[in-house]
Structure formats: structure tokens, C-alpha cells
Antibody
Framework: QVTLKESGPGMLQPSKTLSLTCSFS??????????VSWIRQPSGKSLEWLAA???????YYNPSLKSRLTVSKDTSNTQVFLKITSVDIADTATYYC??????????WGQGASVTVSS | DIQMTQSPASLSASLGETVSIECLAS??????LAWYQQKPGKSPQLLIY???SLQDGVPSRFSGSGSGTQYSLKINSLESEDAATYFC?????????FGGGTKLELK
């Protein structure tokens, strides 16, 4: 069974760095073709794709946020991380990680709510 | 970036009716189009991938079609559990982009 779970600080202050972790099971990121993406969704709004990392360690970023994003994975290929620097209120959202396998984003985590507030 | 224009933004229909939701891509996405259903407080659930392939476990009243830049999701014989927001996703190029969503209300 494939599961993904996001974890984060819940709340942080403007200008700080947001660190998120996606812990997953039921698959390995070392498997050829596997990708884990980060997506966010402000309350009541649509989804915004942020970044991805693939089985080969290649990284992909949304150009609109690229200067603030860093995606990485652990050596055991069971966790993926996302850092967003210099957060502001506009970064308040639910953050999801999702698996992409054989070209299909088929499994999502439950989401981690992040509020940026002073 | 590929822009995904989804319509309508909201939809109200009765049980048993058939509805369609459209997504228009700003360029050819070669059928790399997925549809998701999202209920309040929940993560998106995959319905359709590669424009017309039904994800395992998804009821057959859901179907997808389209090619090039135009895609649609059709829901036949609406049931109460279909009340949700639906999103399209282009999975052709980075950055991936989503449609704005369609909120389906059951009368």
C-alpha cells in the first residue's frame, strides 16, 4: 500500500524558512521513473505545483518560486524535503506531496497546513 | 508555462444527470492530462489519467476524452457522492499546471 505523509511546523513567522518533510512507504524513490512532487493549495483556491525530484536525483522547480525553493531527498529514498525561504502571508496553504509513477501523479499525502503569521 | 483554462468554475446539477467539465491547454499536451476529485478537507483523488484512462477503483460513470489542447471530464448518472471540486492537471511539461477547478453541487 502506497502512503505519503507531509509534516511541517504548522505555523511560522514571515521571513523565516519553511521546512517540510514528505515521508512515504509502499514504494522507493530509487525505482526508475519514480518522482515525488510538492503541490500547495491556499484555502478555497486551486492547486499550485511547486517542485519535484526524481529517482535519478534530478530536480524541477516552478520558475515563479524557483529562487526560494530547494527540494531534496534522503539517502534511503523514503523521504523528500522541501525548503521555502523568506516566507510571507501568501505562502499560507496546505502543502501536499504526491507520487508520480509511470507518468501519472497517482497518490497524494493528506496535506500539511502551514500558516505564516506574525 | 502551459496555462490550463477550466470551465465552468461551478456547476449545479441533479441526481441522475450527466455533466461535463472542460479543460483547455494553451498548447498541445499530447494527452498528458489527468482529472482529480477533491472533497473538503481531503487531498485530490485521481480519476482519469492520460486523458481517458480510468484509475482503478473509480466508478465507470466517470470518463475522460480529448486530445491536443482540449479535454473533458464527463460524469454520467450523478450520485450524491460526486459533489466535490474537480481539477485538471497537465502532466506534459514542467512546471506542471492545474486548472482553476470546478465546484460541482448536487441539487
Amino acid at each position: 500500500q502506497v502512503t505519503l505523509k507531509e509534516s511541517g511546523p504548522g505555523m511560522l513567522q514571515p521571513s523565516k524558512t519553511l521546512s517540510l518533510t514528505c515521508s512515504f512507504s509502499g514504494f522507493s524513490l530509487s525505482t526508475s521513473g519514480m518522482v515525488v512532487s510538492w503541490i500547495r493549495q491556499p484555502s478555497g483556491k486551486s492547486l499550485e505545483w511547486l517542485a519535484a525530484i526524481d529517482w535519478d536525483g534530478d530536480k524541477y522547480y516552478n520558475p515563479s518560486l524557483k529562487s526560494r525553493l530547494t527540494v531534496s531527498k534522503d539517502t534511503s529514498n523514503t523521504q523528500v524535503f522541501l525548503k521555502i525561504t523568506s516566507v510571507d502571508i501568501a505562502d499560507t496553504a496546505t502543502y501536499y506531496c504526491a507520487r508520480r509513477r509511470l507518468g501519472v501523479m497517482d497518490a497524494w499525502g493528506q496535506g500539511a497546513s502551514v500558516t505564516v503569521s506574525s | 508555462d502551459i496555462q490550463m483554462t477550466q470551465s465552468p468554475a461551478s456547476l449545479s446539477a441533479s441526481l441522475g444527470e450527466t455533466v461535463s467539465i472542460e479543460c483547455l491547454a494553451s498548447e498541445d499536451i499530447y494527452n498528458n492530462l489527468a482529472w482529480y476529485q477533491q472533497k473538503p478537507g481531503k487531498s485530490p483523488q485521481l480519476l482519469i489519467y492520460y486523458a481517458s484512462s480510468l484509475q482503478d477503483g473509480v466508478p465507470s460513470r466517470f470518463s475522460g476524452s480529448g486530445s491536443g489542447t482540449q479535454y473533458s471530464l464527463k460524469i454520467n448518472s450523478l450520485e450524491s457522492e460526486d459533489a466535490a471540486t474537480y481539477f485538471c492537471l497537465q502532466d506534459s511539461e514542467y512546471p506542471r499546471t492545474f486548472g482553476g477547478g470546478t465546484k460541482l453541487e448536487l441539487k
